[in-house]
């Protein structure tokens, strides 16, 4: 994408979307290619031959070995055409050529198009969880009725780049079972633990921060050492989140140590959402999501296959429960 596409690439989104895309710098062509100028994204574009753009890719960095996919948009003339297949395998061979390794997204759960990417076309990739109700409402041109009522829910998926490595995989219990499920399709070289020896000695404190998006009415929690008081620092964060106006909580655990077994918290309503391996240098990350409301409108879903449909039955099962427990 150079400066010129950029404008297309605005032009193209309104096209297809109007003025209701989630992604708002994509609006502003200067401010969309600073942010690839600057490192933060990289963007594949199509372009027809009277000039227009007609299709659009990127992938947000997290990191120099992690990036995500993202803003997958094609002009609907040109759809049915392999567009977004040759914009998909260049931006593959820029991302390994540059060192990265590890490819995460959130496919749409209101069409299967972008899940069967992940599923078919990322080799080894594979749907690894749901974040539910996790983003506001969004009226888009031409799919309005592809839209959630209410909040929205993602997927969430994960494909590598390069070769994984294999080491132990600790999480408490209750989110065990979550987890095996996610891995099923997949050879992932891990092996989950839930019993930490028990002569496990912990830091007395828990080291994590906290964040809230305004916009999206939404927070993370980023745990990055687990102490002995985990559950109690859990609770003061979430409520200090939930007072900031958080509608969704997303507190995420390294997985790479035997503490994070005992990272139970259903009963601070804290959910399975996702895995994604490699995620912070060397450990996986269990996703875990707080929800005001547990009740998931599916009427629009439409899963790609009996597995993905098991996945989010069991995910929103979860979400009821510690909802439930939180509120015992």
Same mark, same amino acid.
């Given at each position: 994408?150079?400066?010129? *596409?950029?404008a297309?690439?605005?032009?193209?989104?309104?096209?297809c979307?109007?003025?209701g895309?989630?992604?708002e710098?994509?609006?502003?062509?200067e401010l969309f290619?600073?942010?690839?100028?600057?490192?933060?994204?990289i963007?594949?574009v199509?372009?027809? =031959?009277?000039?227009d753009?007609? =299709?659009?890719?990127?992938?947000?960095f997290?990191?120099?070995?992690? &990036? /995500?996919?993202?803003?997958t948009?094609?002009?609907?003339?040109?759809?049915?055409? =392999?567009?977004?297949? +040759?914009?998909?395998a260049n931006?593959? &061979?820029?991302? %390994?050529?540059?060192?990265?390794?590890?490819?995460?997204?959130?496919?749409? @759960?209101?069409?299967t198009a972008?899940q %069967?990417i992940?599923?078919t076309?990322?080799e080894?990739?594979?749907?690894?969880g749901?974040?539910?109700?996790?983003?506001p409402?969004i009226?888009?041109e031409?799919?309005k009725?592809?839209?959630?009522?209410? +909040?929205?829910?993602?997927?969430?998926a994960?494909?590598?780049?390069?070769?994984?490595?294999e080491?132990?995989?600790?999480v408490?219990?209750?989110?065990?079972?979550?987890?095996?499920?996610?891995? %099923?399709p997949?050879d992932?070289?891990r092996?989950?633990?839930t019993?930490?020896?028990?002569? @496990?000695?912990?830091?007395?404190?828990?080291v994590?921060?906290s964040?809230?998006?305004?916009?999206l009415?939404?927070?993370?929690?980023?745990? %990055?050492?687990?102490?002995?008081d985990?559950?109690?620092a859990?609770?003061?964060?979430r409520?200090e989140?939930q007072?900031? =106006?958080? +509608?969704?909580?997303?507190?995420q655990?390294p997985?790479n140590g035997?503490?994070?077994?005992?990272a139970g918290?259903?009963? $601070?309503?804290f959910s399975?959402?996702?895995?994604?391996?490699?995620?912070?240098?060397?450990?996986?990350?269990l996703l875990?999501?707080? @929800?005001?409301?547990? !009740?998931?409108?599916r009427?629009?879903? $439409? @899963?790609l !296959?009996?597995?993905? /449909?098991?996945?989010? *039955?069991?995910?929103?099962?979860?979400?009821?429960?510690?909802?439930?427990?939180? !509120?015992?």
């Amino acid at each position: 994408m150079t400066a010129k *596409d950029a404008a297309g690439v605005a032009a193209l989104v309104r096209r297809c979307y109007g003025d209701g895309y989630l992604h708002e710098r994509i609006y502003h062509p200067e401010l969309f290619f600073a942010d690839q100028e600057a490192g933060h994204h990289i963007s594949e574009v199509a372009v027809a =031959g009277d000039g227009d753009v007609v =299709g659009h890719w990127a992938f947000v960095f997290h990191g120099p070995a992690v &990036a /995500e996919s993202g803003m997958t948009i094609t002009d609907e003339r040109y759809r049915g055409h =392999g567009v977004a297949s +040759r914009m998909e395998a260049n931006l593959h &061979a820029r991302l %390994e050529k540059i060192g990265v390794k590890w490819m995460m997204g959130e496919p749409v @759960l209101v069409h299967t198009a972008t899940q %069967e990417i992940v599923v078919t076309r990322w080799e080894k990739g594979a749907i690894t969880g749901m974040r539910l109700k996790s983003i506001p409402h969004i009226d888009l041109e031409g799919f309005k009725e592809q839209t959630e009522h209410g +909040r929205i829910s993602l997927a969430v998926a994960f494909g590598p780049l390069a070769t994984m490595r294999e080491h132990d995989l600790w999480v408490a219990p209750e989110y065990a079972a979550l987890v095996a499920l996610v891995m %099923e399709p997949t050879d992932w070289p891990r092996t989950i633990r839930t019993e930490p020896p028990e002569d @496990l000695q912990l830091p007395e404190a828990t080291v994590l921060s906290s964040s809230f998006d305004e916009q999206l009415v939404r927070a993370e929690i980023d745990v %990055e050492t687990i102490g002995a008081d985990l559950s109690s620092a859990v609770a003061a964060a979430r409520d200090e989140m939930q007072v900031a =106006g958080a +509608r969704f909580i997303e507190l995420q655990i390294p997985t790479n140590g035997p503490a994070a077994a005992l990272a139970g918290l259903l009963d $601070q309503g804290f959910s399975f959402a996702a895995f994604l391996p490699e995620m912070r240098g060397h450990a996986d990350l269990l996703l875990l999501q707080w @929800l005001d409301d547990p !009740n998931v409108d599916r009427s629009a879903w $439409q @899963l790609l !296959n009996p597995h993905v /449909e098991s996945l989010a *039955d069991a995910i929103i099962a979860q979400a009821e429960l510690a909802f439930e427990r939180k !509120n015992a």
